[in-house]
Nanobody, 123 residues
Framework: QVPLVESGGGLVQAGGSLRLSCAAS????????VGWFRQARGKEREFVAM????????AYADSVRGRFIIAGDNAKTTVYLQMNSLKPEDTAVYYC????????????????WGPGTQVTVSS
């Protein structure tokens, strides 16, 4: 397994933007599917977005569709999550992981989780 590392979190005002990165630590994602999830304090982890690195196919949670964009770089070493029009309810620790099998929106379908990066949106 290739350890994943998230970065790019921080504090931003409502309406602002952040770009998160998920790196494969020196290796490529090949044709894997990579997902972003988030967990707010006191809440369960929830699906945010997923990309098939090989084909570029994507899926989004309803709560972020139209505001967030998931994309991969040409080298297939990094997956990005561009977050626009951020809201206070987007505040959470954001994680990336590699999908193995099962529904794309279920955390149990993924492994190789990174340590997460905190995103805080102030009102």
């Amino acid at each position: 397994q290739v350890p994943l590392v998230e970065s790019g979190g921080g504090l931003v005002q409502a309406g602002g933007s952040l770009r998160l990165s998920c790196a494969a630590s020196g290796r490529t994602f090949s044709n894997s599917a990579v997902g972003w999830f988030r967990q707010a304090r006191g809440k369960e982890r929830e699906f945010v977005a997923m990309i098939y690195v090989g084909s570029g196919g994507t899926a989004y949670a309803d709560s972020v569709r139209g505001r967030f964009i998931i994309a991969g770089d040409n080298a297939k070493t990094t997956v990005y999550l561009q977050m626009n029009s951020l809201k206070p309810e987007d505040t959470a620790v954001y994680y990336c992981a590699t999908r193995r099998q099962g529904p794309y929106y279920s955390g149990s379908s993924y492994d190789n989780w990174g340590p997460g990066t905190q995103v805080t949106v102030s009102s």
